[in-house]
């Protein structure tokens, strides 16, 4: 067994603990550049929605690539699965609460 795969096995229900943890401490690392990015091309995102879009951004990347994890599972699953639904929804709008249009930076 790997260091990945031991550290993978720590769970809360079908859900690994180190996958969100990575997911949500490499978003926090990210959120300054995307936020300047974004600022760059005249949209002002401040970086607590970075963290809080998380989620629905890893739902979207798992779709895209095809890669069904269990989460992207209960979410695509149209008879049930309620709570990870309400959580993906409630995610984008706090996500996107704050995220306005600005004047674009021209600094390199």
């Known amino acids: 067994m790997n260091q990945i795969d031991y550290l993978r096995q720590f769970r809360l229900g079908n859900f690994a603990v180190f996958d ?4 949500f401490l490499g978003m926090l690392a990210l959120s300054p550049l995307l936020s300047y990015l974004c600022k760059r091309a005249g949209v002002h995102v401040p970086k607590r929605n970075w963290v809080i879009l998380t989620l629905p951004i890893s739902v979207l990347a798992h779709i895209l690539v095809g890669k069904i994890t269990p989460f992207t599972k209960y979410f695509l699953d149209l008879s049930g699965n309620y709570v990870a639904k309400m959580v993906i929804v409630v995610c ?3 996500g996107v609460a704050g995220i306005r249009r600005v004047k674009p930076v021209l600094k390199p």
């Open 20 to 23: 969100f943890t990575v997911s």
């Open 92 to 94: 984008v709008i706090f």
